[in-house]
C-alpha cells in the first residue's frame, strides 16, 4: 500500500516544478502562465529508505523493490473555482481521489513570476484555497443530503448514518471550519472516509522558499508554520527550484550538491516522511535472495492484514508471521544469525505489526 497525495494550490506557486522535480519527468508544463496544468498529472514515485539497502546487502538480494507513492498535480485553483471560476469544479473531483493534500505555498520574491492576486502572502493564498474547498464541500453536503430524505425516512440505517455524519460536517463548515475539525466516533471511520469531503483530508503544507532559504526556511515560512501549528497540520519547506535541479544529477553528485546548500536530505524524503507522518503510515519488510521489499502499512495493522498488502489469500489463509525486528537482523548480521540467536519471534493473528519489521508470512491456501 502507498498512498496519492494531490498537490494543489494557486496558480505560479511553483507546484508544477515540485511535481517535475519528484517525479523525474517532463509530464507537467512548468511555465509562467495561469492553468498550464490542464489534466492532472499524475507520477508514482519510489520511497527513499535507507533501510532497505541495508537489508538487501546482508541478505545479497538480487533485487530491491521500494514501496512507492503517487502524486496527482492538480491544476491550480483560484478564488471562486467552487462556482466554476477559473478552471472550476473539474479539478476538485480530482482531490475527492487523494489520501492527503499537499498545499504548495508560495514563500518566494521574484519579480519574473507573477503571482495571481499581484502579492506574497501564503497564508492568505492558503485560506483562499481552504475556503474554496469549504464552499464545494458544503455544495456536495446540501445536494447529497437532499437526495437522502427518502431513504432516511425510510428507516434506511446506512442513509441514516451518512445524513448524520454530513449533518455533522455542514455544521462545522457553516462555522467556518473545515470538515477535518469534526470529531468522528470509531464506528463511523469508514463511513466518514466514503463520504470523500475535500476539508476533510490531512493537509500538508509545503513552504517553496528561495534557494537561499532552503536550509532554514524564512519570514514567510514562518508565518505558515505558525499557521500549521494552531491547525494541527503538517509543514515542509522545500525550494522547488532546488529539487529540480537534483532530479538531474546523479546520487554522488546530487549529494554533494546538497552539502554544499547546508542540507542533509532532498525535499523529497522530507514530504514523504512527512506525508507518512500525516497519514500514520509505517513500512515493514519481507527479505530473501531473490529480493528484498518494502510494504507500507497503517500503524497499528494486525498481523494478517499486513500479510493481506502483498495478497489477500495471505490475510484469509494466515497462520503465522516469523517477526525479526529490523535492528536485530542489522546487528546480527541476516536471517540465519538471528535464528541462532534466538530472536525471530513467532506471531500470531493478533500481533501488530512495527515499523521496519522483517516479515515471513506462513499461510494456508
Given at each position: 500500500?502507498g498512498f496519492?497525495m494531490?498537490?494543489v494550490?494557486?496558480?505560479?506557486?511553483g507546484?508544477?516544478t515540485l511535481?517535475?522535480?519528484?517525479?523525474?519527468?517532463a509530464?507537467?508544463?512548468?511555465?509562467?502562465?495561469?492553468?498550464c496544468t490542464?489534466e492532472p498529472?499524475?507520477g508514482e514515485?519510489?520511497?527513499?529508505d535507507?533501510?532497505?539497502?541495508k537489508?538487501a546487502?546482508i541478505?545479497?538480494?538480487?533485487?530491491t523493490?521500494?514501496?512507492?507513492?503517487t502524486?496527482v498535480?492538480?491544476?491550480?485553483?483560484v478564488?471562486?473555482a467552487?462556482?466554476?471560476e477559473?478552471?472550476g469544479?473539474?479539478f476538485?473531483?480530482?482531490i475527492?481521489e487523494?489520501?492527503a493534500?499537499a498545499h504548495?505555498l508560495?514563500?518566494?520574491?521574484?519579480?519574473?513570476i507573477t503571482?495571481?492576486s499581484?502579492?506574497?502572502d501564503?497564508?492568505?493564498?492558503?485560506e483562499?484555497i481552504?475556503?474554496?474547498l469549504?464552499?464545494?464541500d458544503?455544495?456536495s453536503?446540501e445536494?447529497r443530503?437532499?437526495?437522502?430524505?427518502?431513504?432516511?425516512r425510510?428507516?434506511e440505517k446506512d442513509a441514516a448514518?451518512q445524513?448524520?455524519?454530513?449533518?455533522?460536517?455542514?455544521e462545522?463548515?457553516?462555522?467556518?471550519?473545515?470538515a477535518?475539525?469534526v470529531q468522528?466516533?470509531?464506528d463511523?471511520r469508514r463511513?466518514?472516509?466514503l463520504?470523500q469531503?475535500?476539508?476533510?483530508?490531512p493537509?500538508l503544507y509545503?513552504?517553496n522558499?528561495?534557494?537561499e532559504?532552503?536550509a532554514t526556511?524564512?519570514?514567510?515560512?514562518?508565518r505558515v508554520?505558525?499557521m500549521?501549528?494552531?491547525q494541527g497540520a503538517?509543514?515542509?519547506?522545500?525550494?522547488?527550484?532546488?529539487?529540480?535541479?537534483?532530479s538531474?544529477?546523479d546520487?554522488?553528485?546530487a549529494?554533494?550538491f546538497?552539502?554544499?546548500?547546508g542540507l542533509?536530505e532532498a525535499?523529497?524524503d522530507?514530504l514523504?516522511r512527512?506525508?507518512?507522518?500525516?497519514l500514520?503510515?509505517q513500512t515493514?519488510f519481507?527479505v530473501?535472495p531473490?529480493?528484498?521489499?518494502?510494504?507500507?502499512i497503517?500503524a497499528?495493522?494486525?498481523?494478517p492484514?499486513?500479510?493481506?498488502?502483498?495478497?489477500?489469500d495471505f490475510e484469509k489463509g494466515?497462520?503465522?508471521?516469523e517477526?525479526?525486528?529490523f535492528?536485530?537482523?542489522?546487528?546480527?548480521?541476516g536471517e540465519t544469525?538471528?535464528?541462532?540467536?534466538g530472536?525471530m519471534?513467532?506471531e500470531?493473528?493478533t500481533?501488530?505489526?512495527?515499523d521496519g519489521?522483517?516479515?515471513?508470512?506462513?499461510?494456508?491456501?
Amino acid at each position: 500500500m502507498g498512498f496519492k497525495m494531490g498537490i494543489v494550490g494557486l496558480p505560479n506557486v511553483g507546484k508544477s516544478t515540485l511535481f517535475n522535480a519528484l517525479t523525474r519527468t517532463a509530464a507537467a508544463q512548468a511555465a509562467n502562465f495561469p492553468f498550464c496544468t490542464i489534466e492532472p498529472n499524475v507520477g508514482e514515485v519510489a520511497v527513499p529508505d535507507a533501510r532497505l539497502d541495508k537489508l538487501a546487502a546482508i541478505s545479497k538480494s538480487k533485487t530491491t523493490i521500494p514501496t512507492r507513492m503517487t502524486f496527482v498535480d492538480i491544476a491550480g485553483l483560484v478564488k471562486g473555482a467552487s462556482r466554476g471560476e477559473g478552471l472550476g469544479n473539474q479539478f476538485l473531483a480530482n482531490i475527492r481521489e487523494c489520501d492527503a493534500i499537499a498545499h504548495v505555498l508560495r514563500c518566494f520574491e521574484d519579480g519574473d513570476i507573477t503571482h495571481v492576486s499581484d502579492r506574497i502572502d501564503p497564508v492568505a493564498d492558503a485560506e483562499t484555497i481552504e475556503t474554496e474547498l469549504m464552499l464545494a464541500d458544503l455544495d456536495s453536503i446540501e445536494r447529497r443530503r437532499a437526495g437522502l430524505v427518502r431513504k432516511v425516512r425510510g428507516g434506511e440505517k446506512d442513509a441514516a448514518q451518512q445524513d448524520r455524519l454530513l449533518a455533522a460536517a455542514q455544521e462545522v463548515l457553516e462555522a467556518g471550519k473545515p470538515a477535518r475539525s469534526v470529531q468522528v466516533a470509531e464506528d463511523d471511520r469508514r463511513a466518514w472516509r466514503l463520504l470523500q469531503l475535500l476539508t476533510s483530508k490531512p493537509i500538508l503544507y509545503v513552504c517553496n522558499v528561495a534557494e537561499e532559504d532552503a536550509a532554514t526556511g524564512n519570514a514567510q515560512s514562518e508565518r505558515v508554520r505558525a499557521m500549521a501549528a494552531d491547525q494541527g497540520a503538517g509543514i515542509v519547506v522545500i525550494s522547488a527550484k532546488i529539487e529540480e535541479e537534483i532530479s538531474q544529477l546523479d546520487p554522488d553528485e546530487a549529494e554533494m550538491f546538497l552539502t554544499e546548500l547546508g542540507l542533509e536530505e532532498a525535499g523529497l524524503d522530507r514530504l514523504i516522511r512527512a506525508g507518512y507522518e500525516l497519514l500514520g503510515l509505517q513500512t515493514y519488510f519481507t527479505v530473501g535472495p531473490k529480493e528484498a521489499r518494502a510494504w507500507t502499512i497503517p500503524a497499528g495493522t494486525p498481523a494478517p492484514q499486513a500479510a493481506g498488502v502483498i495478497h489477500g489469500d495471505f490475510e484469509k489463509g494466515f497462520i503465522r508471521a516469523e517477526t525479526i525486528a529490523f535492528d536485530d537482523f542489522i546487528t546480527l548480521g541476516g536471517e540465519t544469525a538471528v535464528k541462532e540467536a534466538g530472536k525471530m519471534r513467532i506471531e500470531g493473528k493478533t500481533y501488530v505489526v512495527k515499523d521496519g519489521d522483517v516479515l515471513h508470512f506462513l499461510f494456508n491456501t
